[in-house]
């Protein structure tokens, strides 16, 4: 097969820098330059537009510095303006040498924008190309509002492109401006164009209005177009551009007879970065990118992965540097908790396998998030409280908190068929609760035993949903017996972990485990 070369421009420096709140410092576009170049691949990268502020100054010299210091200088490109030398000398001091021109490609941006005839336009614009060339810049030009232009005023376009075509530009850019194409008209509009001008050469812009901006692109190539302008995470000015990672999967998997420099494995990593430095949360079901779209979550799922990869596609995460998961929660089956505990090193048996799995649908029935780093600490719980005879239950428990009040707490606790209530107050929630519970067992002549120690972790990450794990350290009969318990809420988890001493150390009025030494799990 004749594969044909599309270039790819990046334009997250520029156009994607346009996403509302959103500001890169000069060392943040250094370095998402460098990535995009050197790791990413792309053909090229524009990265600001001439003459808006002293910080886009000191940011594209910075660029332009490095990439002449690496053969990168061609590649790097700037938005100018129809401005006499004004954005041509800025280019100079800059660094810069690729310029990308912006016209108007519709006869209404030019009336109402403008206030000029198609012929003063012309001559403007040929002013600033011979000025451009004259400086050792080359020159592409955008038809700002092409997509318009084709709908509303044909004529123009083409009596604009008869002019292009004439001079001595290297490309010529058509921008789906407001991003209201169709697939339909993206063919039609790009094809007529290049049946037209089999010499010069097209590329083209879409915007994601109206979410059509991949499926415009891969119209717009079956068309003849002969590159792309795309940003990371489809960045841009309103719904933003037609998204990178996105349309390099669709060329790769739809549509062989074209190929790109991009590297697949360093999408993830670049998409990453731009999220942090522009504050812009990527949604986690963002195509290729998000975090969550190489996660199974139905236990069908992984069941069937398991058997024979049958939920596998294309779309394999270790193409783009990614590893596929298997979710934990409220749908998790048995085949999602087992592949998660293979990847830990896990085995067990079944009958615990069932235990885990119904505690994990439990969490995910309270809306609790449950990650593989937890699940050593729920297999740890589960098989810490079978290994423990409940004749003490917490039935209820209410705690309070108030600004300048002391934290109080009421409690409800079974003895086999008794139901004892007290309340309490105490220096925190769970020192309320401690001391509600000594006040029901001064009732019942037994003290409690000393609390030497109070851990709690929490698995790496660092969420503020994240499981709780809270080990409690008791003396018992002079030894030191731990007791775990695990929630979401850092005091329940040490209640439960005070229920497992209770029940160690026995009902009330019944003789108590006197033998009760080492560590309890």
């Not at 063919?187 to 812009?205: A, G, L, Q």
């Not at 979550?297 to 779309?315: E, P, Q, R, V």
């Not at 794990?469 to 007791?483: A, L, Y």
Request: aromatic share 8%; hydrophobic share 40%.
């Amino acid at each position: 097969m004749n594969r044909r070369y599309i270039e790819i421009m990046d334009t997250t420096l520029r156009d994607g820098e346009q996403t509302s709140g959103v500001s890169f410092s000069a060392s943040e576009k250094l370095t998402i330059a460098q990535l995009l170049l050197q790791e990413v691949k792309v053909d090229r990268i524009e990265v600001a537009s001439a003459r808006v502020s002293e910080g886009e100054f000191q940011a594209v010299k910075k660029i332009t510095e490095w990439a002449k210091a690496n053969g990168f200088l061609d590649k790097i490109e700037v938005l100018t303006f129809v401005d006499g030398d004004a954005s041509i000398n800025w280019m100079l001091e800059s660094g810069a040498r690729v310029m990308n021109l912006l016209t108007k490609g519709s006869l209404n941006h030019l009336t109402h924008q403008l206030k000029k005839q198609p012929a003063e336009h012309f001559e403007d614009i040929r002013k600033v190309i011979e000025l451009a060339q004259a400086s050792g810049i080359d020159c592409n030009v955008y038809m700002e509002d092409w997509s318009n232009g084709m709908r509303s005023s044909k004529e123009y376009v083409f009596q604009a492109l008869d002019f292009l075509c004439t001079i001595p530009i290297k490309r010529i850019l058509l921008p789906d401006t407001l991003g209201i194409l169709t697939p339909s008209e993206s063919y039609e509009f790009v094809k007529s164009i290049v049946d037209r001008y089999p010499n010069c050469r097209f590329e083209f812009h879409a915007h994601n209005d109206y979410d059509l901006s991949v499926a415009n692109v891969m119209e717009a190539l079956r068309a003849g177009a002969h590159g792309l302008h795309l940003t990371v995470n489809g960045m841009g000015e309103r719904t933003g551009n037609a998204p990178l990672a996105s349309t390099i999967a669709v060329l790769k998997d739809f549509m062989p007879e074209y190929e790109t420099s991009v590297n697949e494995k360093s999408l993830y990593s670049v998409s990453k970065l731009v999220e942090t430095f522009s504050g812009i949360r990527i949604p986690s079901n963002k195509p290729i990118v998000g975090e969550s779209v190489f996660t199974q979550t139905a236990g069908i799922h992984a069941d069937g992965d398991k058997k024979n990869n049958l939920y596998f596609s294309k779309l394999m995460p270790e193409r783009f540097g990614r590893l596929r998961s298997y979710a934990l929660g409220k749908t998790s089956g048995k085949a999602n908790i087992e592949n998660n505990l293979r990847d830990l090193g896990i085995t067990l048996a079944d009958a615990d396998l069932k235990k885990v799995t119904q505690r994990i649908i439990e969490l995910g029935d309270r809306k609790e998030a449950v990650t593989p780093d937890d699940l050593p600490y729920i297999i740890s719980d589960v098989l810490d409280s079978n290994a423990i005879e409940e004749k003490v239950v917490i039935v209820n428990y209410v705690l309070t908190h108030s600004k300048n009040l002391k934290p109080s707490a009421t409690l409800q606790i079974r003895f086999g068929d008794e139901i004892f209530e007290e309340s309490a107050q105490g220096d925190g929630q769970y020192d309320a609760f401690m001391n509600a519970l000594k006040k029901i067992y001064c009732k019942k002549g037994i003290s409690l035993p000393m609390l030497t120690d109070y851990a709690v972790r929490i698995p790496p990450g660092g969420k503020t949903d994240a499981l709780c794990e809270t080990i409690i350290t008791w003396e018992i009969n002079g030894k030191d017996v731990k007791t775990r318990g695990l929630d979401s809420d850092q005091t329940v988890s040490a209640i439960m972990a005070t229920q497992k001493m209770l029940n160690l150390i026995g009902v009330p009025n019944e003789p108590i485990n006197h033998g009760v030494v080492g560590v309890w799990h």
